[in-house]
């Protein structure tokens, strides 16, 4: 890897019960000298254990209405309770300062995030199977029926929109999927795209054997 | 892996030095069961120990002319000497049985199999540098300073036209450069173009949860 490259803006998506947010955090945690995972901003409340700047940056309705209005968004969803958002300033620094950036966020927003960076990779998450899914929601035991039919059915819709994304990765077994996506972001890293200095490294060395035009 | 999915085509290619008919070969060693290598027809003289339809298909040139008459290659070169081609059949039927297909070509045929099938993979393999890449050519010991000199004039004419390869892999060590090689073709199968039997069978999967329009 050239050091000097731009970073790599990775978005993880899925569908609710895909087990993204683990396997985001476990890639993470297992690869922390290599990713900077983004904070969001929202205006829902802090909950127990949750830290300003670490977790989220918990904003007020006002303010985050002023970052729409100010452009200050890489991609945002406002939802009837509450909103969320991907501040872009501290993406494009850490991008420019070479490092790879993760973002975990929902279906609509990795497409804002396409539109706005094309060259960022696109990664839907899945389960193996549809039966898997619903037992993997209704494993958590924290929801109501009717709450993980709204999930299915919001799977459903996002069904539809998969093939928009670059990668599709089954989540079977966490530790195979964080290494899946791990070396499918240190592959990227050898796109051409990526490998500019190189390339004119070698164009410079190979010089003195350019015939004369 | 899908194994229903249509095989996925890699095209290795590099200056001369590079390394990618020894990391070619390497690649196909350690992984048989995973990829098939194509093999050229060529108007050129088979020499010991190469055989008819394992190195490569030795044809006559009023043959060779014939095939690219009735467009039977996917890519070819002529040469003062001799020609060199890929017979588009057994690269459509492997792919078409699934089976990941490899074609060690120069950059030329590279760009000739992209716009024939823009869903090949075009890899470019590079020295680390320029004076290990003399040191490569001149360790041969088989060719004087004047053909040495004519290679690396090819390089430089080469090295304007990297950046139209998806990837640039560099060949520091042979070992590393064949897991690359691996992974990436191994991450290539996990693109959306590649998993549409497993997004149909999640869509399927999820039809009970379609809302009624």
Request: with cysteine.
């Given at each position: 890897m050239n050091s000097r490259r731009r970073g790599i803006l990775t978005v993880i998506s899925g569908f609710s019960g895909s087990g993204k947010g683990t396997v985001t955090r476990e890639l993470i945690s297992r690869y922390k000298d290599n990713y900077w995972l983004s904070v969001s901003a929202t205006t829902r409340q802090a909950r127990e254990g949750e830290a300003h700047g670490v977790h989220y940056f918990f904003v007020s309705d006002e303010r985050f209405k002023e970052m729409i209005a100010q452009d200050e968004f890489l991609e945002y969803a406002e939802f009837v309770s509450h909103s969320y958002g991907t501040p872009r300033k501290s993406v494009e620094e850490h991008l420019a300062a070479g490092q790879d950036v993760i973002l975990e966020i929902e279906q609509q927003g990795a497409f804002q995030v396409k539109k706005a960076m094309p060259e960022a990779i696109l990664i839907f998450l899945v389960p193996p199977s549809i039966e898997e899914l619903e037992r993997r929601l209704r494993g958590r035991?924290?929801?109501?029926e009717a709450q993980i039919r709204a999930r299915l059915e919001q799977a459903a819709v996002e069904s539809e929109y998969?093939?928009?994304?670059d990668y599709l990765i089954v989540n079977d077994q966490v530790d195979h999927c964080v290494e899946d996506i791990h070396h499918l972001i240190r592959t990227e890293g050898s796109r051409t795209y990526y490998m500019k200095e190189k390339m004119i490294d070698l164009q410079e060395g190979l010089q003195a054997y350019r015939k004369e035009a």
């Amino acid at each position: 890897m050239n050091s000097r490259r731009r970073g790599i803006l990775t978005v993880i998506s899925g569908f609710s019960g895909s087990g993204k947010g683990t396997v985001t955090r476990e890639l993470i945690s297992r690869y922390k000298d290599n990713y900077w995972l983004s904070v969001s901003a929202t205006t829902r409340q802090a909950r127990e254990g949750e830290a300003h700047g670490v977790h989220y940056f918990f904003v007020s309705d006002e303010r985050f209405k002023e970052m729409i209005a100010q452009d200050e968004f890489l991609e945002y969803a406002e939802f009837v309770s509450h909103s969320y958002g991907t501040p872009r300033k501290s993406v494009e620094e850490h991008l420019a300062a070479g490092q790879d950036v993760i973002l975990e966020i929902e279906q609509q927003g990795a497409f804002q995030v396409k539109k706005a960076m094309p060259e960022a990779i696109l990664i839907f998450l899945v389960p193996p199977s549809i039966e898997e899914l619903e037992r993997r929601l209704r494993g958590r035991g924290t929801e109501t029926e009717a709450q993980i039919r709204a999930r299915l059915e919001q799977a459903a819709v996002e069904s539809e929109y998969m093939e928009l994304f670059d990668y599709l990765i089954v989540n079977d077994q966490v530790d195979h999927c964080v290494e899946d996506i791990h070396h499918l972001i240190r592959t990227e890293g050898s796109r051409t795209y990526y490998m500019k200095e190189k390339m004119i490294d070698l164009q410079e060395g190979l010089q003195a054997y350019r015939k004369e035009a």
